[in-house]
């Protein structure tokens, strides 16, 4: 299909528009949408929040009756079922529009070309495939999820030059400025989860939730769509107490355990509130949680993007099974000195053709910090 300047331009505006829904929309994708007429944009809209309008809802409601006869350019295809809102391949058919231009199909395979096959069955022109790439960058969690059934899992470390995480004694904060735990807090706030391990929790008595108020572009969104990160604890030793900073914040809690056969797991007494939910799941041959049922599991709850945010050893085990899709990594402009504690626990690897291998594809500086974004290799 052959696009002109015009179409170019109405799906990077789409595409912009689907960003602002980035903090809020969890668990559903972010969507754009531009109805035109005329050359003329009459309406456009986004996906802001699970449950309300999606993008071509909110974009029709600007057209409104202009819609008829007018192109619409949506970066995912339209929606073709009923969930908690109508199917938008419907809304667009009853809005008579003429031309309908889709950057990206449902990567769900399951209603994957559903909502096309509704809008060509009405009569109206379909082209696909405009900036699909821009379109596939807005949500790889859902695409992943949809495709694989597992979440899209993000790495963070948060290291020294040397490449140490923390001081002999265990003492991190703060390896790094301000400006680059602000701009965790946008990362997080950007998940559908939160993962660590209890070690972390224990130590640095963290709450492990989005501090709405701390970052001017979170503050700035309204107070009724922000919302706080499914937190998922690896406890399979029951050390955690409701005293601990973590469970102050009212917001679900997911510790996860192996499964009472394993006998090196110990059973809590405690009576855990309402928004905490112990999961059991299988061991691995260690006795510890297998970390692909962990995944598994967070795909099946609907959990598009998982934020790792845990210490050198669980992260460890999550980079040698090849189960991390991305890793952020801020590097201070500290040393903290050859006894200081390493960033990944790793196996022995004994051959250079073994060795984990990143490819940059982003490098900027926060604040006195440097932020990396890698991808394995592996991956590609």
């Not at 703060?174 to 939160?194: F, K, M, Y």
């Not at 090196?264 to 691995?284: F, K």
């Amino acid at each position: 299909m052959h696009f002109n300047k015009f179409d170019y331009e109405m799906m990077v505006r789409a595409i912009h528009l689907a960003k602002q829904g980035q903090f809020t929309t969890s668990p559903n994708p972010n969507v754009g949408c531009v109805i035109v007429k005329n050359n003329q944009i009459i309406g456009e809209g986004a996906h802001f929040y699970a449950g309300g309008p999606h993008a071509e809802v909110n974009a029709l409601k600007q057209a409104m009756a202009q819609a008829e006869g007018a192109t619409c350019y949506v970066t995912l295809e339209p929606c073709s079922h009923y969930g908690r809102t109508p199917p938008c391949a419907k809304t667009l058919v009853d809005a008579k529009v003429a031309r309908v231009v889709v950057a990206m199909v449902d990567p769900n395979p399951q209603v994957s070309g559903r909502g096309l096959s509704i809008l060509t069955e009405a009569g109206i022109s379909v082209d696909t495939g405009l900036l699909t790439a821009q379109a596939e960058a807005l949500n790889p969690g859902f695409i992943k999820r949809m495709k694989t059934g597992l979440p899209f899992l993000t790495a963070k470390l948060a290291i020294s030059l040397d490449g140490k995480v923390a001081l002999e004694n265990g003492l991190s904060k703060w390896i790094t400025g301000p400006e680059a735990r602000n701009d965790v807090q946008l990362h997080r706030a950007q998940s559908c989860a939160i993962l660590s391990g209890a070690d972390t929790v224990l130590q640095d008595d963290a709450k492990l939730n989005v501090r709405w108020q701390t970052h001017l572009k979170l503050n700035a969104i309204d107070e009724q769509l922000r919302r706080q990160p499914v937190r998922i604890i690896i406890d399979s030793q029951h050390r955690l107490t409701p005293d601990l900073a973590l469970f102050s914040v009212l917001s679900k809690i997911v510790l996860v355990r192996t499964k009472p056969d394993n006998q090196s797991t110990c059973q809590s007494s405690y009576q855990w509130p309402e928004h905490v939910e112990e999961v059991e799941l299988e061991a691995n041959s260690q006795g510890k949680v297998d970390l692909t049922a962990l995944l598994t599991w967070c795909g099946a709850a609907g959990l598009n993007n998982v934020w790792l945010e845990a210490g050198a050893t669980l992260c460890g085990q999550f980079m040698q099974q090849n189960l991390v899709d991305e890793l952020i990594l801020y590097q201070a402009t500290k040393l903290l000195g050859d006894k200081a504690l390493d960033m990944l626990t790793l196996a022995p690897i004994s051959d250079m053709e073994n060795v984990l291998h990143f490819s940059k594809t982003e490098l900027t500086q926060v604040g006195d910090d440097m932020k990396y974004r890698l991808i394995p290799q592996s991956k590609r």
